[in-house]
């Protein structure tokens, strides 16, 4: 298979895939056996940076031995902007589910709940998810407090 791209395109790919490295990787000390696929595409459509032209968006690093995007790829797209609005929206949503879930485990009972369908679960957790999504939208983190 061969793919052509303009250096338009391949600057855009390389976003894409700083995006997704960043999903992969950010959080995790060590690499995981699961994302080496990953990885290894990534590397090879680095290395084709200086023969497309856009070698100052991606460098090699001698002591990793591998291809990283350069700063100057990151500040001259909007890069860092996705992955700010996609972990921001990804706090918003997992602190409202998890706390609604705890309320709703919290009212129901572990036992009772553990016998609720999938689609029960939803329905009776809709109301305290409507609860805290006014809350934040209203307040934000503001009137949040933890009990040490």
Excluded: C
């Excluded at 609005?85 to 572990?110: C, K, M, S, V």
């Excluded at 934000?140 to 933890?146: K, S, T, V």
């Amino acid at each position: 298979m061969q793919i052509n791209l303009t250096k338009k395109e391949y600057k855009i790919l390389l976003e894409v895939l700083t995006i997704a490295d960043w999903v992969l990787h950010a959080h995790k000390d060590e690499e995981d056996a699961g994302s080496r696929k990953y990885r290894a595409l990534e590397q090879k459509i680095y290395s084709l940076a200086a023969k497309t032209g856009a070698k100052n968006l991606v460098e090699y690093n001698e002591e990793y031995n591998m291809f990283f995007a350069t700063s100057e790829l990151e500040e001259n797209s909007d890069v860092v902007y996705f992955i700010e609005e996609f972990e921001n929206d990804t706090f918003w949503e997992e602190l409202i589910d998890r706390l609604a879930l705890r309320d709703q485990i919290a009212e129901e009972g572990e036992d009772a709940f553990a016998f609720l369908s999938p689609k029960e679960r939803f329905r009776r957790k809709q109301p305290l998810l409507e609860k805290y999504q006014d809350e934040f939208a209203e307040n934000g983190l503001d009137n949040l407090r933890l009990i040490f």
